[in-house]
């Protein structure tokens, strides 16, 4: 057996009955469960279920391989409860990798992590959303991005060959400016009163949602500022020049902060987890997985 997560997939879809239902108990994409079994039946020779109306049935083979599964998944989930590793142990690196926009959602995460393991070593790569790249490339082998343990993906949801996807939760945006700019030039209480203010923006043509509302709502003539880097346009709503999107969860890394409009629900999209399926499952990056996924940044899913 060369892929012990390959079986560990098709045991559950065992158990599950079908694809759907074991993807949904992993929070995964179902293309990853396929994609194991379809592996797992090519190593083995035969196949291990019958699939019919969507149900996946084990075969007499697949039944004798799951009952044997069966055991070896318990007696090491017994080994691993039984064995309670030094945690100042861990070591190596963590590669974690999203866009500009939302890196900064790692760093409290990261700042307890090391806290705890200080001999692990985090890689943070950003990139920058353009108009010009096609989702695909982002994890091409030149991006580098496939070598990351972790990815942050915002927008709908990813299908890479080799990765597993995790919904993680929903980010917001909304209109901000500083307290110093509604100082000088008052709180809009309406759209009208918002198109007679000043915006910034990214000068590319709309990707996102409130992009495009942006500049479907506000007169071609207000927006002053027009600015490539996402850093640049966070700098421009913080020097209190304009008016601009950010993540709602910025007021809480700049008090300065007022928002101008509340968050409308076509403005925020969904972000997932990107895993490695070669990485995820060592102990760094489990230790670094249990701690993110407690951040209560993103809005989660009741």
Not at 67 to 79: I, P, S, Y
Not at 184 to 195: A, F, N, T, V, Y
Request: proline fraction near 7%; hydrophobic fraction near 40%.
């Amino acid at each position: 057996m060369q892929n012990w997560e390959d079986l560990k997939l098709a045991y559950l879809v065992s158990q599950q009955g079908s694809v759907s239902a074991a993807a949904r108990a992993l929070k995964v994409h179902r293309a990853t469960i396929i994609r194991a079994i379809d592996s797992l039946e090519e190593s083995l020779g035969q196949p291990v279920f019958t699939r019919h109306n969507g149900s996946y049935i084990p075969t007499e083979e697949g039944c004798k391989i799951f009952m044997v599964a069966k055991n070896t998944f318990e007696q090491l989930e017994n080994l691993s409860e039984s064995i309670s590793p030094d945690a100042s142990a861990l070591e190596g690196p963590v590669k974690i990798t999203t866009f500009h926009t939302i890196g900064q959602v790692f760093l409290p995460t990261v700042k307890a992590f090391l806290e705890k393991h200080p001999k692990v070593e985090i890689q943070l790569l950003t990139v920058g959303l353009d108009n010009e790249t096609k989702i695909s490339e982002y994890f091409s082998p030149r991006s580098g991005l496939l070598d990351a343990d972790i990815a942050l993906w915002p927008g709908p949801e990813p299908d890479f060959p080799g990765k597993i996807v995790k919904m993680f939760g929903t980010a917001q945006f909304a209109l901000f400016a500083t307290a110093e700019y509604i100082l000088r030039r008052g709180m809009p209480e309406s759209i009208e009163e918002l198109k007679t203010h000043s915006f910034v923006c990214r000068p590319a043509e709309p990707i996102m949602k409130f992009e495009h509302w942006l500049r479907e709502t506000i007169p071609q003539e207000r927006l002053s500022v027009k600015a490539t880097d996402p850093t640049m346009i966070h700098k421009t709503i913080l020097s209190g020049i304009c008016i601009g999107f950010l993540p709602t969860y910025a007021q809480n890394y700049y008090p300065e902060l007022v928002q101008v409009m509340e968050s409308r629900p076509d403005w925020n999209f969904p972000v997932w987890l990107v895993l490695n399926d070669h990485t995820y499952r060592t102990e760094r990056v489990k230790a670094f997985l249990k701690l993110f996924e407690e951040d209560k940044t993103f809005k989660k899913d009741d």
